[in-house]
C-alpha cells in the first residue's frame, strides 16, 4: 500500500542532549474514570517490546528511558466501551490528536515523547428507593464500589455487572441484592421499594410539653487516599519530568468542591503551559477543582514541569500535593522528589510526518533531525 506524506509541523528545541551520547525517552500515561484503562504494547521490530502487563510497568504512566533510534509500534487495547483518545507530544510540544489504536514511530536519541491516553465512558445510573433516604452499595467485577443515599444518579460508568445492595430501614422488610449489566452507552436503575409494617407511628407531642431541637449528629467526614509520584527519579538541568496525582474516595459519602493542589519551588520547576483537567497556575504551584467525587471514584492528572537550565549538578527540590475540602476530616499531602542534573546545551529540529492509511491505524513518524547550536562564551 503506498503512503502519502504530509509534513505538518516544523520545530526548534534548545537545551536538549547529542544524540550521539544520550537517548530518547518515551512516557505512556492512561486515565480514565472508576480507574478503568486499557493495555498498550510499545515495540521495534520482533526484538525489543514493552507492555503494560508487565510488572514493573504502571499501567497509569511509565517512562521507558535509553530508548534507542528506530521505528517503535504503539498499539493499545482500549478497555470495553471505552472512547479513546491519544494525545501526542514531544518536549511537552503538541504535535497530534488520534483516536485510533495502532501508531507508529521514528524516533531519534535526545527526543522526549508522550503519549497522554485518555478513556470516556457514556454510561448512566440512577439509583432510587421508595422510601428515599437509603443508603446503598454498588459494586463490578472489577471490585469498584459506588455508595451513596438515595435518590442518586451516576455518569461516565463502563460497561459492568453491576450488583446493588441496598441497607434497610429500621421497622423495614429487607430487599434482595439487584444484578444488572449496563451496555455501553446504555443506562441503568436500580430501585428498591421497602414495606414497612413495624414502623413506629408518629408520637404527638402533648401540648403541654415544651417542644425539644432536636440535632441530628453530624455526618461522617469524607477521606481520600493520595498517590503523588514523578515518573523519574531525576531531570536534565533545562529538561522536563512528569508529575502524577491520582486520589480516590475512601468514604461513604460524597465529597464536593475538592482543591487539589501541587506546591513548587518556582526557582527550580516551572509548571508546563497547557494544563490538563483545567488547572490553574497559582503562586509557587497549580491547583485544580473537582465539583464532585463520588464514595469510590478516583481522579487522577499528569503535570509536565521544566526544570531550570542554570541549576548546579546534585540539586534535590520535593513537589507536595495537598487535597483538601469542607468534606475532609483533614488535609490530606503527598511529596514527590527530583535529583536534578546538569547538561550541556544543544539545539534540535524536529520533523514531524504523519502518514494516515486503512484498516484503522495511524503511522506518526517522528523524524529528529539534530545540529548543534554553536555558543560563544562572554
Not at 544520550?22 to 510499545?42: K, P, Y
Request: net charge negative; with cysteine; proline share 7%.
Amino acid at each position: 500500500m503506498a503512503l502519502t506524506y504530509v509534513r505538518f509541523l516544523t520545530l526548534i528545541l534548545a537545551a536538549f542532549l547529542p544524540a550521539a551520547t544520550f537517548a530518547a525517552t518515551v512516557t505512556i500515561e492512561q486515565s480514565g474514570n472508576m480507574d478503568r484503562v486499557g493495555g498498550w504494547t510499545l515495540m521495534r521490530g520482533d526484538a525489543w517490546k514493552v507492555q503494560s502487563t508487565d510488572p514493573r510497568v504502571s499501567p497509569y504512566a511509565h517512562t521507558i528511558r535509553d530508548v534507542q533510534s528506530g521505528t517503535y509500534s504503539f498499539q493499545v487495547v482500549p478497555p470495553e466501551g471505552g472512547e479513546m483518545t491519544m494525545r501526542v507530544y514531544n518536549h511537552d510540544v503538541f504535535l497530534t490528536e488520534t483516536s485510533e489504536t495502532k501508531s507508529a514511530f521514528f524516533i531519534e536519541g535526545g527526543d522526549a515523547v508522550r503519549l497522554s491516553i485518555t478513556y470516556v465512558f457514556t454510561g448512566t445510573m440512577d439509583v432510587q428507593s421508595e422510601p428515599s433516604g437509603v443508603t446503598f452499595t454498588i459494586t463490578a467485577p472489577n471490585r469498584a464500589l459506588l455508595k451513596g443515599v438515595t435518590p442518586h444518579s451516576f455518569q461516565e460508568l463502563p460497561p459492568y455487572y453491576y450488583t446493588a445492595s441496598f441497607n434497610t430501614p429500621e421497622g423495614c422488610m429487607p430487599q434482595k441484592q439487584q444484578k444488572r449489566a449496563l451496555t455501553t452507552g446504555g443506562h441503568l436503575t436500580f430501585f428498591a421499594r421497602f414495606l414497612c409494617p413495624m414502623a413506629e407511628e408518629e408520637v404527638t407531642t402533648p401540648p403541654e410539653e415544651e417542644e425539644k431541637t432536636i440535632v441530628p449528629p453530624p455526618s461522617p467526614a469524607g477521606s481520600v487516599s493520595l498517590t503523588h509520584f514523578a515518573t523519574q527519579e531525576e531531570i536534565l538541568a533545562g529538561g522536563q519530568a512528569r508529575v502524577v496525582i491520582r486520589l480516590k474516595n475512601t468514604s461513604r459519602r460524597t465529597l464536593q468542591n475538592l482543591l487539589v493542589t501541587e506546591y513548587l519551588d518556582p526557582e527550580v520547576l516551572t509548571p508546563e503551559v497547557n494544563l490538563q483537567r483545567g488547572g490553574v497556575p497559582v503562586p509557587n504551584g497549580v491547583q485544580w477543582r473537582i465539583a464532585q467525587l463520588n464514595p469510590g471514584e478516583s481522579w487522577s492528572v499528569s503535570l509536565g514541569v521544566r526544570a531550570s537550565p542554570h541549576l548546579p549538578a546534585g540539586t534535590m527540590t520535593q513537589l507536595t500535593a495537598s487535597v483538601s475540602g469542607e468534606d475532609l476530616r483533614a488535609p490530606v499531602g503527598a511529596i514527590a522528589t527530583l535529583g536534578v542534573t546538569t547538561l550541556p546545551a544543544t539545539g534540535v529540529t524536529i520533523d514531524l510526518l504523519a502518514t494516515l492509511f486503512g484498516m484503522g491505524t495511524t503511522v506518526l513518524l517522528v523524524r529528529l533531525q539534530k545540529r548543534m547550536v554553536s555558543r560563544s562564551l562572554a
